[in-house]
């Protein structure tokens, strides 16, 4: 860790802030240190250097990082939701390389964490605030020097293969993952029959659970968007609602009406969006260290409730008990 805070201190050099203190929040896809100028206000100083070996650098990598900066500065600008905004340092740019590692300087986002979604709201508040991220992107210009990952029907295929190599190695149970498989492609041949257009297709957070929102009031505010990429609206709300009791979801989905319609039949999209996020996410889980202790299991349930669900025909998406309970 050492290492890390040593880069951290020399990026700080680069910018027009007088630190006071900084203090280390976490680690994962990139190493998290909150700065406190004199004045008393906060930033969040990120060093984009990831814990896993195995996190893609597609993530991760200068440009990578520049053009998640280049979203963040937009959607600053362009909207009136709360959300860290990139500090360009002494020469202007919103990324400093320090050692060849990608490292930003944000605007801390106050708020209160909270480890579930617990009443309707608060899931309309997220549902509020996923209208808006999409109402801004499908009519954002990207920039030509935009570069991130898309989460598209190839990615997902990538992300059960992977799966299906650790079922071979006895790390997942191979019955209930050879389930995700037929399901997960299910819901791959539905997403590539999809037109992409400005109105269903562009840069999203991908990452908008719990972990990554903070409540002010009643506002919900969005942090970490290390994980933004291309991808269809309905895949951002479907790994949302992966964290989301059904008996709410009616409620999420109805506050992001009221920002940007949804599409007909958009339950029974959302459901094959649903588990294709989830696989994409277990083939990140795949790469932490103690993946063998708990995704098992996970696994075993996904198999059991909601992929059973899709292959037989059955909704889940407002009844039935998810994966996590």
Not at 27 to 39: C, I, K, M, P
Not at 159 to 185: N, Q
Not at 250 to 275: C, I, K, T, V
Request: proline share 6%.
């Amino acid at each position: 860790m050492d290492h890390l805070l040593h880069t951290a201190r020399e990026a700080l050099t680069h910018y027009p802030v007088n630190g006071r203190s900084l203090e280390f929040i976490g680690h994962s896809a990139s190493a998290v240190y909150q700065l406190t100028d004199q004045e008393g206000e906060r930033f969040s100083l990120r060093v984009h250097k990831p814990r896993s070996e195995h996190l893609e650098s597609c993530w991760t990598s200068p440009q990578a990082v520049r053009s998640e900066m280049m979203w963040l500065d937009a959607l600053s600008r362009e909207t009136e939701i709360t959300l860290p905004a990139p500090v360009r340092n002494d020469q202007g740019d919103l990324v400093t390389i320090v050692g060849g590692v990608a490292c930003t300087l944000l605007t801390w986002v106050a708020g209160e964490a909270r480890p579930f979604f617990a009443t309707a709201g608060e899931v309309e508040a997220v549902g509020e605030l996923l209208g808006k991220l999409h109402r801004q992107s499908s009519s954002w210009a990207v920039p030509d020097a935009f570069e991130r990952p898309s989460l598209d029907g190839a990615r997902i295929r990538k992300a059960i293969g992977h799966l299906e190599a650790a079922a071979r190695t006895g790390g997942l149970p191979a019955y209930e993952t050879a389930i995700l498989k037929r399901a997960g492609l299910r819901a791959v041949d539905m997403m590539d029959a999809l037109e992409r257009n400005p109105e269903t297709w562009g840069v999203i957070h991908a990452d908008l659970i719990p972990g990554n929102i903070v409540f002010h009031g009643t506002e919900a505010r969005p942090i970490d968007f290390g994980a933004c990429a291309f991808g269809h609206f309905l895949i951002d709300i479907g790994w949302t609602l992966c964290y989301v009791q059904p008996s709410l979801r009616e409620h999420l989905l109805g506050a992001y009406a009221r920002q940007r319609p949804l599409p007909d039949g958009y339950a029974g999209l959302l459901e094959g969006f649903y588990l294709a996020a989830l696989l994409d996410t277990m083939h990140f889980w795949l790469g932490l260290p103690d993946w063998t202790e708990w995704l098992p299991g996970i696994v075993r349930k996904l198999a059991e409730r909601e992929a059973a669900a899709y292959l037989e025909g059955e909704s889940f998406l407002f009844s039935g008990t998810p994966y996590w309970a």
